[in-house]
């Protein structure tokens, strides 16, 4: 690739500063760009500053320029908005995920190509390949750091402007570069979870903006076994936090039932009310623009850092998608998407309904 001008985003972690120190080995001109994404000044969760201070550190060691962007407003707007109403619906939605298609690969994009950037590139665990005048997004080498399920909603605007430095490369590689170029982030710690959640309980955080609804948990049969705090701050397949007593297997949430404001639990991981041979998906996104054929085999995960399921996608439309497996799947979600896959290549997917 001839010498382009490549705007990185920069988080502060070895992932990040690894591909901007990867480009410039390759001869490029890069810029480094920080965002902001999360406004809060009495928030200690989300360390945005010491985040910033670690990027300032990396581009001195590197001698590249570094911008901080603010896309706070962006970020309320496109995704935290969306993040709560799909929670209050009692849906478990994926911010991550929209994340990068509206502020990681839009806002920040735009920006850079503002800035008079050829492409853009980030830290993310993943492939590109052109074939036949369109990009292919490929499972990243490393199969445990895989990030391409967050992606799929990319197009191919998007897709033709990117690079993807890491995607052909080990975790423990990433490290081993930053360590032998003395970068003074080398051994931090991979960031977990949403910067505005931080590590605070997800309960806590959400009870801020989605006052407590309290109502009961109930087995299938109908007995009452423990109170909830709020439909919204459970998920499909939680086990934690439920505070039920007594003897015998953990209990699960399996189901909610909005109308009468009642928690469905189960005991027992293989408790079969916790498994679902099909799915509906909806706001579907194709990174090829069309979509996959019907009752092909494909591979599917309906969360991040699921195996790849074989399933069948029987019917589709403009609305959606039904696609039904092989075999049972766990605690499919409402809310998280599916991503669909043809062995390496991850075509998209859609909205869990």
């Not at 490029?28 to 200690?44: S, T, Y």
């Not at 052909?168 to 970068?183: F, N, P, S, T």
């Amino acid at each position: 690739m001839p010498r382009q001008r490549i705007v990185v985003g920069m988080s502060g972690g070895v992932d990040s500063s690894v591909a901007v120190l990867l480009l410039q080995r390759q001869g490029h001109e890069v810029i480094g760009l920080f965002m902001k994404n999360w406004e809060d000044e009495a928030d200690e969760h989300c360390p945005a500053k010491q985040d910033f201070l670690d990027v300032l550190a990396v581009a001195d060691k590197l001698g590249i320029e570094v911008e901080a962007v603010n896309f706070a407003r962006e970020y309320r707007e496109r995704v935290f908005s969306y993040f709560l109403e799909e929670h209050r619906s009692g849906r478990t939605p994926n911010p991550d995920v929209l994340c990068n298609a509206e502020i990681k690969f839009k806002a920040f994009l735009d920006h850079a190509l503002g800035l008079g950037a050829d492409r853009i590139a980030t830290g993310h665990y993943a492939r590109l390949r052109e074939r036949d005048g369109l990009f292919q997004l490929l499972k990243a080498e490393d199969g445990t750091k895989d990030q391409s399920y967050f992606l799929y909603r990319l197009n191919q605007a998007q897709l033709s402007k990117t690079l993807f430095p890491l995607g052909g490369l080990y975790k423990r590689e990433v490290r081993a570069i930053a360590r032998e170029a003395g970068l003074p982030n080398f051994g931090k710690k991979d960031s977990t979870g949403i910067c505005f959640i931080g590590e605070r309980p997800f309960r806590e955080f959400l009870s801020r903006y989605l006052p407590k609804q309290p109502g009961e948990m109930r087995t299938p049969e109908g007995r009452t076994v423990g109170r909830h705090q709020g439909l919204m701050y459970y998920t499909i397949g939680q086990r934690h936090g439920l505070g039920i007593g007594g003897q015998g297997e953990p209990w699960f949430v399996a189901g909610k039932d909005m109308e009468h404001n009642v928690l469905r639990v189960v005991q027992g991981h293989h408790h079969p009310l916790l498994y679902r041979d099909r799915l509906t998906a909806r706001d579907l996104s194709w990174i090829g623009g069309a979509a996959p054929r019907a009752r092909w085999v494909y591979g599917a995960k309906t969360r991040y850092r699921q195996a790849d399921a074989p399933c069948c996608i029987s019917s589709l439309d403009r609305d959606g998608c039904h696609v039904e497996f092989a075999q049972p799947q766990w605690a499919v979600t409402p809310g998280q998407s599916v991503v669909l896959y043809e062995s390496e290549v991850c075509l998209g997917g859609g909205i869990i309904q």
